[in-house]
């Protein structure tokens, strides 16, 4: 089975911090994803990798930044958290590019910034 | 831009009932389907997934529909539980490379 598995299940941070979130994932996936989900608002893609060290932008990027150093493992950072960035975070990977695949998720990360 | 819609927003069953959920997409040049499941404060999990070349997905008790021509996929979930109470969220591919748009979701609740 897929796992994919996030650093943290509950975060609370304080504004102006700079904040890692964490998402690995055992199956070889190429693909990566970061979402952000919000009540009336539902699922929206931040970020996104094809491969290590290559990232591409969402719908709503701004205030985030990624890094993919290897391959099973793409973090999210928030360089400097605000209260607007209140929202539960998840991790997605799937199988390769190229090819529209399953996606998989991990288990979410509720991140509160005070 | 590929929408994804998902009506109703909200459903509520008695126990034994068979569930049907609907799934409504705009742009019928799919490369496939997924249907998640979500427990509150919870991941995604997924339930089927279905290709565009395929009619139907078997998974259990959950059947998946897919109907490319008129832009809709319909998930079944026979006889119904108290433990299939969930949200239930269905996405489609917007590129070749495996980005997806989710559905709102379907928040169904399954009385005992």
């Known amino acids: 089975d897929v796992k994919v598995t996030q650093s943290s299940r509950y975060l609370v941070k304080r504004t102006g911090e700079k904040v890692f979130l964490e998402c690995v994932q055992d199956m070889d996936h190429e693909n990566m994803f970061w979402y952000r989900q919000d009540p009336g608002l539902g699922l929206r893609l931040i970020y996104f990798s094809y491969d290590v060290k290559m990232k591409e932008k969402g719908d709503i990027p701004e205030g985030y930044s990624v890094s993919r150093e290897k391959k099973e493992r793409f973090s999210l950072i928030l360089e400097s958290a605000s209260t607007n960035q209140t929202s539960m975070y998840l991790c997605?990977?799937?199988?390769?590019?190229?090819?529209?695949?399953?996606?998989?998720f991990g288990p979410g990360t509720r991140l509160t910034v005070t | 831009k590929q929408e994804v819609t998902q009506i109703p927003a909200a459903l509520s069953v008695p126990e034994g009932e068979n569930l049907v959920l609907n799934c409504s997409f705009t742009?019928?040049?799919?490369?496939?389907l997924q249907w998640f499941r979500q427990d509150p404060g919870k991941g995604l999990t997924s339930l089927l997934l279905i290709q565009s070349s395929q009619r139907e997905q078997t998974s259990g008790r959950l059947n998946a529909s897919l109907d490319k021509s008129s832009g809709r996929s319909t998930l079944y979930i026979a006889a119904s539980q108290p433990g299939d109470s969930a949200t239930y969220l269905c996405?489609?591919?917007?590129?070749?490379?495996?980005?997806?748009?989710f559905g709102a979701g379907t928040q169904v609740v399954v009385t005992p």
């Open positions: 997605a990977s799937s199988l390769s590019r190229g090819l529209p695949s399953e996606q998989y």
């Open positions: 742009d019928s040049a799919i490369y496939n």
């Open positions: 996405a489609v591919p917007t590129d070749s490379w495996g980005k997806f748009q």
